[in-house]
């Protein structure tokens, strides 16, 4: 089976993490009234209701990107501030850092899964042990901000206890018999906090005040239709 090396930095150490597959997993709130929310702004788009939540999505293996900037069509894509899991060789070789559900939202009224598959998915450069976060897992949080008209906003801010509890990741993967191993998984973002915004760059951070550490990643939105 083909794969990809993703390098990232864990414990000051440069590793290079082989992947043969990359899902994301969309609709994974913990709180269903809120996941139904999140389905109802999407309606306002134009999204269809999904058939089942959550809802796994494959994306390309080439979509991951570490580079700082990433490249659209059109004016309505955005990024969302996700978790994301990275499986490597061995059971106990479980890896989490940030990156981003980048999304073509105008394609996404169309075909959900097109609209995953279009644009790239930029994670950070850094990821934590699992089993380094796994006791405070719910105080971890996660943070977004986009930058409109040159100024940043506040995009994204909440505790990751808005979404599934890691173990219900697992069983979810399971039941859809994704094999965890040599796999990175976007497993699920907290709510926005006023709707969907289309800005020229993206920052996420994975904080973690526990341990006084965080995780943090940027990227530039470059719309090659609007190039001179």
Partial sequence: MSTTLL????????REIK???????GYAGRNIEKTMEHIVELEKI???RPKEIPTLYPVRRNSLNQ???????GG?????????????DKEDEVFITVGSDHTDRSLETIDINQSKQICDKPLAQKAWKLKDVINHWDNLI????V???????????????????LNDIKSFLNKKAVPMKNIVV????????EGFKYGTAFKMSFIDEIQNDEIYAEYSITRLDAEE
């Fill in 7 to 14: 390098p990232l930095m864990i414990n000051n150490e440069q």
């Fill in 19 to 25: 992947v043969s597959h990359v899902y994301c997993i």
């Fill in 46 to 48: 134009g999204v269809p």
């Fill in 67 to 73: 580079t700082g900037e990433i490249e659209v069509l």
């Fill in 76 to 88: 309505e894509s955005s990024g969302e501030a996700e978790i994301v899991l990275v499986f490597g």
């Fill in 142 to 145: 996660l943070s977004s901000e």
């Fill in 147 to 165: 930058k409109l008209d040159g100024k940043w906003k506040e995009y994204q801010r909440a505790k990751i206890n808005e979404i599934i509890p």
């Fill in 186 to 193: 976007f497993s699920g973002t907290v709510p926005l906090l």
